[in-house]
């Protein structure tokens, strides 16, 4: 099967984890309707971005793997035949917590459990807090329709991430995010030309990642404004060179997008990079 | 010293070594003119891109460290005051080929010398015909302006590398280049799009290394055709949030660019990349 239908969802959050239950499961029915037999959410898609602050109560809102909503979605994969990339806040049986992104497929059966490597700590972006850094490394989930790489948000910005999974095989790298610009200013992003600047910058990285390693990028961004963060959309698929198929702006939104698996292949015989790798010299790699 | 000038020059090639350097010497006069106190030439200046073809006679034309040309741009680089990373097709003494960069100070003297690690074979860049890989590893170039990490053309595809020089403390990655478009289509690049999108990618790729590792980046390309390639210059330099400073057109030129070294720490400040990277699972990128 080398042509398939994915689309993402770029939602905005809804206040409660019901409310978002129930709004983006209407969506993924709306977007399973189109053909998509692949269908990515927004990094802690649940819940508002609770990182925003610190506060041990949100400790509470975490979910773990039987919970009844990651069962629903089960459900829902099941009934539409779709394979679902399903961020969460995970709660682990020894009471750990992680941002965790799950791969169901058309079964509803998790076939991947991710849990984020590379964990942000800025002003508003406060994740050290509450998550323990991924203990999983970097996971293949191998569905029917293709070998997924399923990263979050923050792993957007780390090469190493893009070229470990490519060496194990995926053909397409998605990033669940939630990323936006901070009016507090506190990161420096006062000026509209400097918040162009880092969305560029954004966009820029993950298809060099695509370039780098000849596959397909998906990046899915939530909307809306939560406190002091307005959330930047502008969600995309770009294809191995880098050529963005189909983009988001900044409000709701679901895209359709064919990828065509046997491009991979086609542009790796053009740009041979994997072939010609200096494996010998990467140690520097594995130090600060 | 926070601000220095740079200039690249986006040359084409004269025909012949001596035509070269006479060539080459004037533009690295009238740049030194601006201030500039690093000026980058492409890969290969000397010569006409000779691996658009494999033949033997062309082992002829490479030269030693010692050789006349090399102390001849000692000579210029001291007598200017300015630091010159200068390209050679070098002849080893136990007669080996590399394809190399020098870096020479204020003073002409070779501070660094890099042999390219990532080479390229595909119709019209038969650089594995002429060229051993590196044995040098990745070198930081410890000049009075700065640490540059000087990289060359083919490295470019391979965020390793960027990401080794940094690791190795360098504030600017530069990348000698003879990159172009080849008219017998064989790599694909038959139609107008496809060109467009190749270059796009070239320029994607390298300013994503500046933006994951917060560093300036200064590509530097030669122009003209040379049997069926048409060299594409677009030379640019760009800054650590990946934001284009100065670019070339297809034409030659030079340009001087200043650099503002105190905008790495503000860029690491924001993005704090390098202290959230997970050096205890990349050992993957180690193995093909």
Redesign the interface.
Same mark, same amino acid.
């Given at each position: 099967m080398s042509k398939i239908k994915t689309s993402y969802i770029q939602g905005k959050s809804q206040g409660s984890i019901q409310a978002n239950l129930e709004y983006y499961s209407l969506k993924i029915e709306e977007a399973s309707k189109s053909g998509s037999k692949l269908i990515i959410l927004p990094e802690l898609f649940l819940w508002d971005y609770f990182p925003i602050t610190e506060n041990k109560k949100h400790f509470d809102l975490a979910i773990s793997l039987d919970s009844k909503e990651v069962k629903h979605f089960q459900n829902l994969a099941k009934k539409l035949k779709v394979n679902l990339v399903l961020p969460v806040f995970e709660k682990s049986v020894d009471e750990n917590f992680f941002n965790t992104a799950l791969t169901l497929n058309e079964s509803g059966e998790i076939i991947s459990h991710y849990r984020k490597?590379?964990?942000?700590?800025?002003p508003g972006f406060y994740e050290k807090f509450y998550f323990t850094?991924?203990d999983k490394? &970097?996971l293949v989930a191998d569905t029917s329709i293709g070998k997924l790489g399923v990263l979050i948000c923050?792993d957007q910005?780390?090469?190493?991430a893009a070229?470990?999974m490519t060496?194990?095989g995926v053909q397409l790298i998605t990033y669940p995010t939630a990323i936006g610009w901070d009016e507090q200013e506190c990161?420096?992003l006062s000026q509209q030309a400097l918040r162009e600047?880092?969305l560029?910058?954004w966009i820029?990285?993950m298809?060099?990642?695509a370039?780098?390693n000849g596959v397909y990028v998906i990046a899915v961004n939530r909307v809306g404004k939560e406190d002091h963060l307005t959330f930047w959309g502008n969600s995309f698929v770009c294809d191995p060179?880098?050529?963005i198929l189909v983009q988001s702006g900044t409000e709701e939104d679901i895209q359709v997008c064919e990828i065509d698996f046997s491009k991979i292949e086609?542009t790796r015989?053009?740009?041979? &990079?994997?072939r010609?790798?200096?494996?010998d010299?990467?140690?520097?790699?594995?130090?600060?």
């Open positions: 490597m590379h964990i942000p700590y800025d850094p991924g490394s &970097f923050f910005w780390f090469p190493e070229r470990i060496l194990g990161r420096g600047d880092e560029n910058a820029t990285i298809r060099a990642h370039i780098a060179l880098g050529r086609t015989k053009i740009w041979t &990079f994997l010609d790798r200096r494996v010299s990467y140690e520097p790699i594995l130090k600060n």
